[in-house]
């Protein structure tokens, strides 16, 4: 571990970097250059009490998209404007080719903050993205100046509450990749479902329902109908408590055409201290050439991984749908493997935040 002046700390780790790349591979019967996998720079900023979690997300991703990793944090305990870094390789065999990639670990003092766009821009590997991952703890600081600077910014709304990563994203032009956006993606996608081939049932949406899992974590209704009124062109009214003796959260929109839309966000079963909130079900009430549906994605309350999808009134439909899981690894792989703009996640974000702000 080295500490000690900005230029000093960036100058030696590159040389440091560069003797290990231009070093033989000694592990082989004869040595040969090393490989070095280049797939993107992968930038996750976190608190100190994140980084152990930080490395080992990063090796699990390597499997898959490896590359170089810079893990970022800081420390008010360090002189305030020194850096400091430690730097590690890795190499395994994919058949006789060994394939290299690094981590670079830099803590920041507090002073010192405000150089870390610089510092990443100076260590990244050039041509390839860079991604940048704001983990639950990142200090704004550090968070605000590496938003401008990145290909894509990724977070997790289940972690981080809407109104900061609407911030941020209104300082960078990047694409946004929503951790939370990817695991709900099965639930969209059924609701969507829904006015295939009726669009005009969508714009007749006069009362929406969402139930999610109590607890203190970011409420992830808000995401989902942010997702919605960006889509349909709501502009959201008002929010506040649910109405006499329910639980949850009311409120109202306004639709494309003026028309009022009630919004009611029910509790149900807690989930847990540390738990993520989960979506447990999505009702909407609409009408199709006068005549009322209703039309519902819910959870099994006994085979959660399974949503239960119903039309009733002007159509009728009963059907069984499996919700998927995946692993975190997979989840993170899902959102940077898309590299194109996100207008959609992008336009949600801030409707989520434009409702919860109310």
Not at 33 to 44: E, G
Not at 215 to 229: H, I, Q, S, T, Y
Not at 232 to 256: D, I
Request: charged share 25%; hydrophobic share 45%; with cysteine.
């Amino acid at each position: 571990m080295s500490a000690g002046r900005i230029a000093e700390v960036i100058k030696r780790v590159e040389s440091e970097l560069a003797e290990f790349w231009s070093s033989p591979d000694e592990s082989r019967p004869e040595p040969a250059p090393k490989t070095r996998a280049s797939t993107m720079n992968f930038v996750a900023v976190g608190s100190r009490a994140e980084v152990e979690r930080l490395k080992e997300q990063a090796e699990e991703l390597a499997e898959t998209h490896a590359g170089r990793t810079l893990l970022i944090t800081l420390d008010d305990r360090l002189d305030p404007l020194s850096v400091q870094a430690d730097w590690s390789a890795t190499c395994r065999r994919a058949g006789e080719v060994p394939i290299c990639y690094d981590r670079v670990e830099l803590t920041f003092g507090v002073a010192a903050a405000e150089r870390v766009a610089s510092v990443v821009s100076a260590l990244t590997i050039s041509d390839v993205a860079v991604i940048v991952e704001l983990a639950p703890g990142a200090p704004n600081v550090l968070g605000d100046a590496l938003a401008p600077i990145c290909d894509r910014l990724v977070f997790d709304s289940a972690e981080t509450c809407i109104e900061r990563i609407a911030e941020v994203a209104r300082g960078t032009k990047a694409p946004l990749a929503d951790r939370a956006f990817v695991r709900t993606f099965s639930f969209r996608e059924l609701v969507a479902r829904f006015f295939d081939d009726m669009p005009e049932a969508c714009r007749a949406i006069r009362r929406v329902e969402i139930a999610r899992s109590a607890g203190a974590k970011p409420d992830p209704a808000a995401l989902l109908l942010g997702w919605m009124g960006s889509r349909l062109g709501w502009t959201f009214e008002s929010r506040g408590p649910a109405q006499p003796g329910g639980a949850g959260v009311s409120g109202r929109a306004r639709a494309a055409d003026g028309a009022p839309i009630e919004i009611a966000l029910l509790d149900g079963p807690p989930a847990g201290e540390q738990a993520q909130r989960r979506i447990d079900g999505v009702r909407l009430f609409t009408s199709l050439r006068g005549e009322p549906l209703s039309l519902g994605c819910v959870r099994l309350d006994k085979a959660p991984a399974t949503a239960r999808w119903t039309m009733e009134g002007a159509r009728s439909a009963d059907h069984l749908h499996p919700l998927g899981y995946r692993d975190e690894t997979w989840v993170l792989t899902k959102t940077i493997d898309s590299l194109e703009g996100d207008r959609l996640l992008r336009e949600a974000v801030l409707a989520a935040a434009a409702w919860s702000a109310l």
